[in-house]
Nanobody, 122 residues
């Protein structure tokens, strides 16, 4: 079984930055796609950013130009650098990973982390 653990969330002012990390552990044969999703109060979970094992990235339009996803395959860790944060970014952020899919879709992958709260407020 694979476990994903997110860290780095917290309270930040509008315009500020946070860096989220997601470390995979457990029984890992291979991990292909990894990515980040978020769920705000009263809203559906949405895709934020994804990255393949080869480093190809894609982003939701709402975060493009502000967020950057990266990964360290040797460490089985994915990161999300979030800059120019807005109150609309407030949500629980979840890490997801898949052993088979080349890229993550709206529903995410095989495994999910517990989530980390990001609150953007003055």
């Amino acid at each position: 079984q694979v476990q994903l653990v997110e860290s780095g969330g917290g309270l930040v002012q509008p315009g500020g930055s946070l860096r989220l990390s997601c470390a995979a552990s457990g029984t890992i044969l291979s991990i292909n796609a990894m990515g980040w999703y978020r769920q705000a109060p009263g809203k559906q979970r949405e895709f934020v950013a994804g990255i393949t094992s080869g480093g190809s990235t894609n982003y939701a339009d709402s975060v493009k130009g502000r967020f950057t996803i990266s990964r360290d395959n040797a460490k089985n860790t994915v990161y999300l650098q979030m800059n120019s944060l807005k109150p609309e970014d407030t949500a629980v952020y979840y890490c997801s990973a898949d052993r088979r899919a080349a890229r993550l879709g709206p529903a995410g992958g095989d495994y999910w982390g517990q989530g980390t709260q990001v609150t953007v407020s003055s």
